[in-house]
């Protein structure tokens, strides 16, 4: 069974970091991508950085590049998205996910097949 379990959610301030975790068990990493995704009340959830579990790729939105850098450990199952600079509207709640046999790497949320539960990330301005 694939299980996602964030952590490191939490309130910041305006221009500070954070480092969120995904814990992800029950499958191989190589068959998969892990994603994380926000979604922010009132809106769409959208994309924010993916990583390769087979070659450790990675892709970044517009809107994180240079602020945020996801990286994986696979002796720990875990997935991380160190946050940077952070600002008012990086606000929402931040879910990790796994895309099963990927082709390419990208943040397209209908070809996510596995999702956690979410972790709350505030930042005050």
Same mark, same amino acid.
């Given at each position: 069974?694939?299980?996602?379990?964030?952590?490191?959610?939490?309130?910041?301030?305006? $221009?500070? /970091?954070?480092?969120? #975790?995904?814990?992800? /068990?029950?499958?191989?990493?190589?068959?998969?991508?892990?994603?994380?995704?926000?979604?922010?009340?009132?809106?769409?959830?959208? $994309?924010?950085?993916?990583?390769? $579990?087979?070659?450790? #790729?990675?892709?970044?939105?517009?809107?994180?590049?240079?602020?945020?850098?996801? /990286?994986?450990?696979?002796?720990?199952?875990?997935? /991380?998205?160190?946050?940077?600079?952070?600002?008012?509207?990086?606000?929402?709640?931040?879910?990790?996910?796994?895309?099963?046999?990927?082709?390419?790497?990208?943040?397209?949320?209908?070809?996510?097949?596995?999702?956690?539960? $979410?972790?709350?990330?505030?930042?005050?301005?």
């Amino acid at each position: 069974e694939v299980q996602l379990v964030e952590s490191g959610g939490g309130l910041v301030q305006a $221009g500070g /970091s954070l480092r969120l #975790s995904c814990e992800a /068990s029950g499958f191989d990493w190589d068959d998969y991508n892990i994603g994380w995704f926000r979604q922010a009340p009132g809106k769409e959830r959208e $994309g924010v950085s993916c990583i390769s $579990g087979r070659d450790g #790729s990675t892709y970044y939105a517009d809107s994180v590049k240079g602020r945020f850098t996801i /990286s994986s450990d696979k002796g720990k199952n875990t997935v /991380s998205l160190q946050m940077n600079v952070l600002k008012p509207e990086d606000a929402a709640v931040y879910y990790c996910a796994a895309e099963m046999n990927p082709v390419g790497i990208g943040l397209n949320l209908a070809l996510f097949d596995f999702w956690g539960q $979410g972790t709350q990330v505030t930042v005050s301005s």
